[in-house]
């Protein structure tokens, strides 16, 4: 027997997919696909393709509808402002930063930033530009919030959040050659505001690495990355002989997702070098689309990101490299459940959690015990 | 006194407005603050230009709006704008102290309640409300989180 979607589920990707007949749909289902719609984080574009079509006789759902308008405005208004003045700060001090996703993106990529939710604002600058522009963060009132990891730094201002980061992904775990993505950067302005902006093809392979991180867990990944394979002139076969296959994987994977929620999306015959490594991605797609379908993204543990990880990896020697850069991770980094587990004994200098490190592993406490 | 009073609202490319529906949002840069205004607020808020007085700008909102709009009003709302700093500080020094808005209402009834001036701070929803991530703490092992 075939397991059953969530309820609301096949009426949401209608309606992503721009094929839902409104009147096929009672009212109070439609607010059940909204309630979907908020967990998968695709609210605002969901809102607004039923804003159009929703009839005289659904009075409630035009109601919600206009509320979810009203908040997305206020709410993108609050982030792009925020954006602007700190990117014209960032500007002033002579700081090159690029903005990673955000009300930017979603203007570009969605023709509207309200149509995009929006809980931070990540900002890129060069490795050796990390002091002055934290010192800059500081000095506009945003507070660290965070440790620096290996590639970002939170801080925060009041619930205006951004991440200062130096890498767009962790160096350690995917391969992102950014001080060539720099030299690919163009000078664009936002509202007046000179900032720099990613390279198409390097926005694509950003995107999906972003969606691959989070294995693909909300819609929200996958309808970025169908807009974004829409929208960005990158074929996406054109990164290909610049990158290795690691990222050849992760961009093909990442089509394969955004064609199962726009089927008009073309996959080119010659994603994949050989015909077993395509096949073997677009069975890992179905079951990760078969799984967004059915539940609701798990918090996953760090196996399971492995095993993905490695799923996603089809010939030997990139196998064999993700094995060793997940061993490398292990050994040399430590990681907030490492913390955790010191403060609940009063140590909290970091020889100490490194000396700790291997009883957690031992005990296997949970990161979320407090 | 209100006659030599000329409000100026806060301006400059450091000022961000923009309209939703029939309310007004206004983001500083320079305070990093973000406010909503309702209609009445806006329209005074808009008329404050430096070189309108009280009168003036009752006069002139009366009729943007459509309803009768006193000099108490005004400066009921002037004096929420001048705290929440949407005023340039040095026009609204001698800001006289009009009447309350309980006040207001007592005298006008019901009625006025609907034109009171209403300027709201903005603030972000937390990030758990809208996030796509799964937290911050699996960042640093490039996603990886422990069991």
């Known amino acids: 027997m075939r397991p059953e979607m969530r309820p609301g589920m096949q009426s949401l ?3 992503l997919r721009g094929e839902a007949n ?20 695709v609210l605002p574009w969901t809102a607004a393709s039923l804003r159009s079509a929703v009839p005289a006789s659904m009075p409630r759902l035009a109601e919600r509808l206009h509320t979810i308008d009203r908040n997305a405005r206020i709410s993108t208004f609050l982030w792009t402002a925020s954006l602007r003045g700190t990117l014209a700060d960032f500007h002033k001090r002579g700081i090159p930063v690029i903005s990673l996703k955000g009300p930017w993106l979603a203007e570009r990529l969605y023709g509207d930033a309200a149509l995009r939710s929006c809980c931070d604002l990540d900002l890129l600058v060069h490795r050796s530009d990390i002091a002055v522009a934290e010192d800059l963060l500081t000095e506009l009132g945003f507070l660290p919030s965070g440790r620096r990891d290996d590639y970002a730094r939170p801080f925060r201002r009041g619930g205006i959040k951004v991440e200062l980061h130096h890498d767009v992904e962790n160096p350690l775990a995917f391969d992102f050659d950014v001080e060539t993505a720099w030299k690919r950067a163009c000078l664009a302005q936002f509202q007046g505001a000179p900032a720099w902006l990613l390279a198409p093809s390097d926005e694509l392979l950003f995107l999906c690495l972003h969606g691959t991180r989070h294995r693909f867990e909300r819609l929200s990944h996958i309808l970025d990355l169908a807009v974004a394979f829409r929208n960005l002139p990158v074929p996406p076969s054109a990164p290909r002989s610049r990158r290795g296959s690691e990222s050849d994987n992760i961009l093909a994977l990442s089509l394969m997702m955004a064609n199962r929620l726009d089927p008009r ?7 994949c070098d050989r015909r077993e490594d395509r096949r073997s991605l677009d069975r890992l797609a179905g079951q990760l689309w078969q799984q967004s379908l059915l539940r609701p993204a798990p918090v996953l543990d760090w196996r399971a990101k492995h095993d993905f990880y490695l799923a996603i990896e089809t010939r030997g020697w990139n196998r064999f490299l993700r094995h060793f850069r997940h061993l490398r991770i292990l050994l040399t980094r430590l990681i907030d459940a490492d913390f955790v587990f010191a403060q609940r004994l009063n140590l909290r200098r970091t020889w100490q959690v490194w000396l700790l490190r291997p009883i957690r592993l031992l005990l296997r406490a949970s990161p979320t015990s407090p | 006194m209100t006659s030599s009073l000329r409000p100026r609202n806060i301006q400059g490319d450091r000022i961000t407005i923009q309209d939703v529906e029939t309310e007004t949002l206004i983001y500083d840069e320079r305070s990093h603050k973000a406010w909503c205004l309702n209609r009445s607020s806006a329209s005074i808020w808009r008329l404050c230009n430096g070189q309108y007085t009280v009168a003036q700008i009752a006069a002139m909102a009366t009729a943007e709006l459509g309803s009768p709009v006193s000099e108490d009003l005004v400066l009921l709302t002037l004096e929420e704008l001048r705290q929440k700093e949407l005023l340039e500080p040095q026009t609204v020094e001698l800001l006289p102290q009009g009447l309350s808005r309980r006040q207001m ?18 603030t ?15 960042r640093v092992s490039g996603g990886y989180k422990e069991p």
Do not use: C, K, Y
Request: no cysteine; hydrophobic share 50%; charged share 15%.
């Open chain 1, 265 to 271: 999306l073309r996959i080119p015959d010659n994603i």
């Open chain 1, 22 to 41: 409104i009147f096929s749909v009672s009212e109070q289902e439609w607010m059940h696909v909204l309630d979907l719609a908020e967990q998968e984080n």
């Open chain 1, 13 to 15: 990707l209608n309606l």
């Open chain 2, 124 to 138: 972000a929803p937390p990030a758990s409300a809208q996030s796509g991530s799964t937290g911050t703490d699996d």
């Open chain 2, 105 to 122: 209402i007592g005298r006008a009834g019901l009625a006025a309640a609907a034109l009171l001036p209403a300027i709201a701070a903005l």
